[in-house]
T-cell receptor, first 110, second 117 residues
Framework: DQQVKQNSPSLSVQEGRISILNCDYT??????FLWYKKYPAEGPTFLIS?????DKNEDGRFTVFLNKSAKHLSLHIVPSQPGDSAVYFC?????????FGTGTSLTVIP | GAVVSQHPSWVICKSGTSVKIECRSL??????MFWYRQFPKQSLMLMAT?????????EQGVEKDKFLINHASLTLSTLTVTSAHPEDSSFYIC?????????????FGQGTRLTVV
């Protein structure tokens, strides 16, 4: 049962434009979320997180939005750069376990 | 920042042999570590939760006798793939959350690419 879903397996964006990666979850008890970036044959690296007490968290070019009522979060990357091309995972952290989304492969076209 | 070191980064072994993968938390104590497996173009799949000093908790469908996990200390967890077969070829990643810092990101090892020939 996939409790964290990323319905877009891939996304292509022109360099300089905004990339929006979406994530939906089913468990209303999830209260902390993280986004990870993963290059092929490497471990995921942390990007940004958000607690359910917030609806937005910003760090440089990365902003995560959380809509608790819709059980939806999104990661915005602006401006997108070719080096951002990777697979992005949305993760829910319950404190005991991490639930990974299925991932979205982002390609930023120069 | 906290670092998790995973070794080896890649290994090729013959079918029927066993392979051990180590995951170390270098500057923090990890009472819990997670082991993941990734198939090509698929998400990371949680295999098991490794608990220091006790038995690992395996996810449904993961053979505990095939994927032996040992978490003998607060800084080391090992995953042994026993009697490896070509279908075990995959990318294995460990993760350790540093709960001393409260709710924070988990730190991941570099991953191990296992190829069974």
């Amino acid at each position: 049962d996939q409790q964290v879903k990323q319905n877009s397996p891939s996304l292509s964006v022109q360099e300089g434009r905004i990339s929006i990666l979406n994530c939906d979850y089913t468990n209303s008890m999830f209260d902390y979320f993280l986004w990870y970036k993963k290059y092929p044959a490497e471990g995921p690296t942390f990007l940004i997180s958000i607690s359910s007490i917030k609806d937005k968290n910003e760090d440089g070019r990365f902003t995560v939005f959380l809509n608790k009522s819709a059980k939806h979060l999104s990661l915005h990357i602006v401006p997108s750069q070719p080096g951002d091309s990777a697979v992005y995972f949305c993760v829910a952290d319950t404190g005991n376990q991490f639930y990974f989304g299925t991932g979205t492969s982002l390609t930023v076209i120069p | 920042g906290a670092v998790v070191s995973q070794h080896p980064s890649w290994v090729i072994c013959k079918s029927g042999t066993s392979v051990k993968i180590e995951c170390r938390s270098l500057d923090f104590q990890a009472t819990t570590m997670f082991w993941y497996r990734q198939f090509p173009k698929q998400s990371l799949m949680l295999m098991a939760t490794s608990n220091e000093g006790s038995k690992a908790t395996y996810e449904q469908g993961v053979e505990k006798d095939k994927f032996l996990i040992n978490h003998a200390s607060l800084t080391l967890s090992t995953l042994t793939v026993t009697s490896a077969h070509p279908e075990d070829s995959s990318f294995y990643i460990c993760s350790a959350p540093d709960r001393a810092l409260g709710n924070t990101e988990a730190f991941f090892g570099q991953g191990t690419r296992l190829t069974v020939v």
